[in-house]
């Protein structure tokens, strides 16, 4: 595989307004796979934040599965289902020819 024929995309990302720090976890992982020669040309600008949602645990309230995009239209917050938007146009520019 080559970088051009995937993406990279951070989700589970913590929502939390974001510092200038560049020591949390979420910043640490982006700048991991920034450096990594093989990855770094597939790694997206976006990322979807954390969300029960997509958990693939149950919870009391319901079940998703993370691919079931039926099942976050339905339940999903309106922060993620943008997060989710985004990020899938940002793939499909990605394979554009």
């Known amino acids: 595989m080559r970088p051009a024929e995937f ?5 589970g990302v913590n929502d939390r307004a974001r510092s200038s720090e560049t020591n949390h976890a979420d910043a640490l992982t982006r700048a991991e796979i920034a450096g ?11 990322e979807v934040p954390y969300a029960a949602t997509l958990r693939s645990t149950p919870t009391e ?17 309106r922060q993620t289902k943008e997060a989710l938007a985004r990020a899938a146009a940002a793939v499909l520019r990605r394979s554009a020819p």
């Open 7 to 11: 993406s990279v995309l951070l989700n």
């Open 36 to 46: 990594a020669p093989f990855f770094s040309a597939a790694l997206l600008e976006d």
């Open 61 to 77: 309230r319901f079940a998703a599965n993370p691919i079931n995009i039926t099942a976050m239209m339905r339940v999903g917050g």
